[in-house]
């Protein structure tokens, strides 16, 4: 059976971990973390975004802390998580500098390594882990340089995103990862990638948009769709 871990809504506010932020869901709809399964609400904004692109097999592909892919049919969103996205080199770089520094936002170490083959299967092998707990196991009894550990991390980072984007004619991607040039020349090399910026969305400011949809939809008590959402059908 598993576990799936996620937030829980409450009237109208989720509490997610530590942190409890306001939403307009309330009791209307399940809101359930994007690592381990949809949040309606992002999939409703794109499938008005990505049939406005004019592209019939495009897919959204936002990669933040973690990696979430949106594809449109004309009955169905699915929306799903690849693996970690940002979480591993925030965590690494945290290590690494003793938490003066929480990222390789631009790529500036990854850009001067390259994979390392054995770290990139174990990575592959176990995608989820997002902890230092999990990294000092990857990198266990391996003597990594740190810019070479960065290449390795964006390499992961591509790769899994590319197979669930696989198929697709073009992927709009969108997220802080769009701000890490290593990471966006990685996914280049696997998939036919475009900004959304192109598309009448700023890459930082999508989770803004989606959010301001969300509370348009529930001021108004606006039905968005009735697509199928990741097997379940759509409330919002």
């Known amino acids: 059976m598993g576990v799936t871990p996620g937030s829980v809504a409450v009237g109208d506010f989720v509490v997610d971990g530590s942190t409890v932020v306001l939403t307009p869901l309330g009791p209307r709809a399940p809101d359930v ?14 499938v008005l975004w990505l049939r406005a692109s004019g592209h019939a097999n495009a897919v959204a592909l936002d990669v933040d802390e973690f990696v979430r892919v949106t594809r449109v049919s004309h009955d169905r ?3 799903h998580s690849t693996g970690t996205g940002t979480v591993l080199a925030n965590v690494a770089m945290s290590v690494l500098t003793n938490g003066r520094r929480t990222g390789d936002l631009r790529g500036e ?8 083959d054995t770290l990139l299967a174990r990575l592959l092998a176990d ?24 290449a390795t991390l964006v390499e992961f980072t591509a790769r899994t995103a590319a197979q669930g984007c696989a198929g697709a004619d073009i992927v709009i991607a969108a997220g802080s990862g769009m701000r890490d040039p290593a990471l966006v020349r990685a996914l280049t090399r696997h998939v036919p990638l475009r900004m959304s910026d192109e598309f009448g969305v ?32 759509a409330r919002t």
């Open 109 to 116: 170490f990854a850009s001067r390594g390259h994979v390392d």
């Open 127 to 150: 995608r989820w882990g997002h902890d230092r707990a999990y990294l000092d196991s990857v990198t266990n009894g391996l003597v990594v340089r740190a810019e070479h550990l960065f």
């Open 202 to 233: 700023p890459t930082g400011h999508k989770r803004g948009y989606a959010a301001a949809l969300h509370g348009f939809l529930t001021r108004t008590a606006t039905t968005a769709t009735g697509l199928s959402v990741g097997g379940h059908r």
């Open 77 to 79: 969103c699915s929306v």
């Open 33 to 46: 973390d994007l690592v381990c399964a949809p949040d309606p609400v992002p999939c409703t904004f794109d």
